[in-house]
């Protein structure tokens, strides 16, 4: 007979073991691992409270991924019972489904994927999970569309046509979802898959409207998408591929009284054959009707084709049939143009080298009361005002912008004027530049003063667009008097701007003292930048510090200085030491300028034991330079030329030069034979 006590114990075993077994029906899921199992997945917390904060932008493709994996969190999963013992009293949430804890998890192991393995695992995953969209809430799988579509997988075409070819279809899935899928074959290039899907959903959209007139159609934005990537094509110059049965009917001249229908079958190109295709789509009612939209093609629309005009257009075609035929429609549809759109003509016409067609554009922009010229206007307008004597006009324009955003917008103002000084320096009026530059940055006039407020302060960005255009012009005295502007008010230095310095001819001990400047601001030099000062060594007639740099490089950059390019630059250095009397001088790779200047990020002593420093220490330049041609060749291996690249036609080249530098004897020329 058993005891009353035994059957307690065994009561209460049995209540421990429903426990386990419930919660084990309650899945959660870690969001940081992704694919491990789920009887370990731990659940998630949730103190994100429903305020009515402006949305926030995702930093990154990844994070926009997660963001919609949770929100898919927040439709499967289930709110337990708060609890003071667990996670500081917040609520905690489980799934009572495995297969919501499935689809969940194989989500997250598609966004924190590092390999291209863990993405076609989660990819089968995901689409066994999904195979019937129909176990899941509409909201879940448009969510996963979403996140596949980001994610750059095909699959997520797959899923969208899963649900629009499902049972008891009664609304058009999510825009958001189905244009997120329409964004991912534009990216990807797939015009004829982007035209299958948008004309799908167009037929769901009409059998939906015929039992429910009050649904509304195709987003608009999906039809811009589509748009988008015809017009992207066009810049592109792809192969033209026409979903037409009659190619002539795509592109009827009839339509927009073009001059010559054979010349616009037999001598347009396929870039104009897409723009041709893109503005009969434009016309009247003919998208609406083909693609179900719920509304006619808007300004975006008409903008997208102008904008891809201006990319197509070049001296000798200015495509203005193509860009009248879209202004006449816009006329006739009752949409006026806006700023965009006078931004995409001025820079079709200055593509096409007809500025005086350019000057008009922009002047009746700015005589519009309706509309205001943006930061893009003025950089159009900057080469054909300076050409047409009208600097004062642009400078105008320059300060109305400023003063209209400093204070408010100054990350507005800076993007700008980086686009500025850019446009300014690459038409070689550097000196206008910099006095656009002095009189927005590094001067404030009084009768500016009090109203500009806070003043955005110049970037690196600024600098070294400025430091460029001196190394295009060569003037070192400029170009050392504002870096030294630069250092003066606390601007950082990067790689691009020890490199610009160093297109300038100037002497070891400068480059020296450069380099010692450049080092006291915690600059990390990238490959270029070494690059650049091998070279300025080899150009000053100090080879021996270009050796020492490259061995700096070598330890610094690791196998990102130690590419061909690399290799070239210091055979280069080597080739100039060979010319006039420094070609009989041995190399003193320990005692040169470089070496000496001594660095607190480097061991000067490890590095003068490598056996680089060995190699080539106490030789002519030429003989350094047949020495390291013969260990590349070779494939010796010392500490840095492990990984030293075979030479290349150049490198050979540059030995050569340092052989011709050196002289043409019976001698030289048996050793250049071998």
């Known amino acids: 007979m058993i005891s009353t006590t035994t059957m307690m114990m065994r009561l209460l075993l049995l209540l421990q073991m429903a426990a386990v077994i419930n919660s084990f029906s309650s899945v959660v899921i870690n969001k940081k691992h992704g694919a491990s199992s789920l009887l370990r997945l731990h659940a998630r917390n949730s103190n994100q409270s429903k305020n009515n904060t402006p949305r926030r932008s995702p930093p990154n493709r990844r994070m926009s991924i997660k963001w919609v994996i949770q929100g898919i969190e927040k439709v499967l999963a289930e709110e337990c019972e708060p609890s003071s013992s667990n996670h500081g009293g ?21 966004a924190n994927a590092n390999s291209q393995k863990d993405v076609l695992d989660a990819e089968k995953r995901i689409k066994v999970l999904l195979k019937n969209p129909s176990e899941f809430p509409v909201e879940v799988t448009e969510r996963a569309i979403r996140a596949t579509s980001v994610a750059g997988l095909s699959l997520s075409v797959h899923l969208l046509k ?21 964004s991912f074959l534009r990216k990807i290039g797939r015009i004829d898959r982007l035209e299958d899907t948008l004309a799908e959903l167009a037929s769901v959209s009409r059998r ?3 039992k429910n007139p009050s649904q509304s159609g195709v987003d608009i934005v999906a039809f811009n998408t589509y748009l988008g990537a015809i017009f992207d094509a066009a810049a592109a110059g792809r192969p ?31 870039s104009e054959k897409y723009l041709y295709k893109g503005l009969n789509l434009l016309r009247g009612d003919a998208a609406r009707k083909k693609f179900a939209l719920e509304g006619d093609p808007d300004i975006y629309s008409f903008n997208s084709l102008l904008t891809a005009v201006a990319k197509c257009a070049k001296p000798g075609r200015n495509l203005l049939s193509i860009t009248d035929s879209c202004l006449l429609t816009m006329k006739k549809q009752g949409i006026e143009c806006d700023t965009m759109s006078y931004n995409a003509r001025i820079q079709a016409a200055i593509a096409a080298n007809e500025e005086d067609r350019a000057i008009q554009l922009i002047d009746e922009l700015l005589a519009s009361p309706k509309l205001d010229a943006d930061r893009y206007t003025i950089n159009l307008a900057l080469v054909p005002f300076v050409n047409s004597g009208r600097k004062g006009q642009m400078l105008t324009l320059m300060r109305d912008f400023y003063e209209m955003n400093a204070g408010k917008n100054n990350r507005i103002i800076l993007s700008a004027f980086e686009a500025f000084l850019n446009t300014l320096v690459k038409n070689d009026e550097v000196e206008l530049a910099r006095d656009v530059f002095d009189a927005f940055f590094l001067s404030i006039p009084k009768d500016r003063m009090q109203l500009t407020g806070i003043r955005p302060n110049p970037t690196t960005k600024h600098f070294n667009i400025m430091l460029g255009g001196y190394s295009r012009t060569g003037e070192a005295l400029k170009a050392f008097e504002l870096f030294d502007t630069m250092l003066d008010i606390g601007v950082a230095l990067d790689g691009f701007t020890v490199t610009s310095l160093m297109t300038h001819p100037i002497s070891p001990e400068k480059i020296t003292s450069l380099l010692v400047q450049v080092e006291s601001e915690r600059v990390i030099l ?15 007639g100090d080879a021996a510090s270009a050796c020492w740099m490259f061995l700096e490089m070598g330890r610094v950059c690791q196998k990102r200085g130690r590419g061909a390019e690399s290799w070239n630059v210091l055979l280069g250095a080597l080739a100039r030491g060979c010319t006039g009397d420094r070609g009989s001088s041995a190399l003193d790779i320990y005692g040169c300028l470089a070496a000496k200047r001594g660095t607190e990020d480097l061991d000067v002593e490890e590095l003068a034991s490598d056996e680089f420093i060995s190699l080539v ?29 075979k ?5 050979y080249c540059l030995v050569a030069s340092a052989l011709s530098g050196f002289g043409t004897s019976a001698s030289q020329a048996d050793r250049a034979l071998t």
């Open 90 to 110: 917040k609520p905690k949430y489980s799934y009572k489904r495995r297969i919501d804890a499935s689809l969940v998890d194989a989500l997250y192991l598609m």
């Open 162 to 182: 899963l649900l629009l070819r499902g049972d008891n279809v009664t609304a058009l899935p999510s825009s958001i979802a189905y244009i997120s899928v329409l």
């Open 208 to 210: 939906i409207q015929i």
């Open 240 to 270: 033209f591929l026409s979903s037409c049965d009659n190619e002539s009917e795509m592109l009827d001249s009839n339509l927009f009284n073009f001059t010559n229908f054979n010349n616009t079958l037999d001598g347009t190109t396929s």
């Open 526 to 540: 990238n490959p270029a930048a070494y690059r650049s000062i091998i070279g300025a060594y080899g150009d000053a």
């Open 617 to 645: 220490d106490g030789m002519t330049c030429l003989d350094a330079s047949f020495t390291i041609l013969d260990t590349m060749r070779s494939g010796n291996q010392t500490s840095l030329l492990m990984q030293s690249p």
């Open 647 to 651: 030479p290349n036609s150049q490198g």
